[in-house]
């Protein structure tokens, strides 16, 4: 079984790369900027290549969550019309977004589902997910917190490091204490 948390893939890593490259929130480069060129990318992008059923949710802007669970009901009724059992079917502990769980098929019929999966989710909600992650970003503030908090934890289980580690710096420090970096990393939302 896989269990679907949002976020795409590609958009967490450019949230992260700009939260990372920048401590400041205005000027020419700042955070604040960086999300709003991601935002129109992501904008952009959605309305050259989307299906017309999400390109509909994307041109005002602005995804809502009535429109970002409608998507995700969406792929998940085409997983299921395929015949994979999807469960846990939940909102997030947050409440903003939804996850679930998809799978129960054989080993030698997993090429098969994540093409399927990527199928669902390439016609339904891709794009819609996309935009809602990234308009629904934390703030650079709430990052530098997060990093705060993980760096702190790090520091409790004796490994020193420069106040200056990017969240790159900290997953790096894994090998060094698998369980307790990885439970620092995680109690700070990382």
């Given amino acids: ?13 450019a949230v992260v790369t700009v939260a990372a490259c920048s401590t400041h929130s205005h000027g020419p480069d700042s955070f604040d900027d960086r999300q709003a060129q991601l935002r129109h990318a992501v904008i952009s992008r959605g309305l050259a290549e989307a299906p017309d059923t999400q390109k509909r949710m994307l041109e005002d802007g602005i995804v809502s969550f009535p429109e970002y669970e409608s998507a995700i009901l969406a792929t998940i009724g085409c997983l299921q019309d395929a015949g994979i ?10 409440g903003e977004t939804i996850e679930y769980t998809y799978g129960g098929v054989p080993e030698s019929e997993l090429d098969a589902l994540d093409d399927t999966y990527d199928r669902c989710r390439n016609e339904h909600s891709v794009y819609v997910e996309e935009l809602y992650s990234v308009q629904n970003a934390e703030s650079n503030e709430q990052y530098q917190e997060r990093l705060a908090s993980a760096h702190a934890c790090i520091g409790e289980l004796g490994i020193d490091l420069p106040e200056s580690s990017t ?14 970096v990885s439970e620092c990393l995680e109690s700070a939302g990382f």
């Avoid at 059992?85 to 947050?94: G, L, Y």
Wanted: proline fraction near 11%; aromatic fraction near 6%.
């Fill in 167 to 180: 969240l790159a710096d900290l997953v790096d420090l894994i090998a060094a204490d698998p369980v307790g």
């Fill in 1 to 13: 079984m896989f269990t679907v948390r949002p976020t795409p893939f590609l958009v967490a890593i």
């Fill in 85 to 94: 059992a999807v469960t846990e079917i939940a909102r997030s502990p947050d």
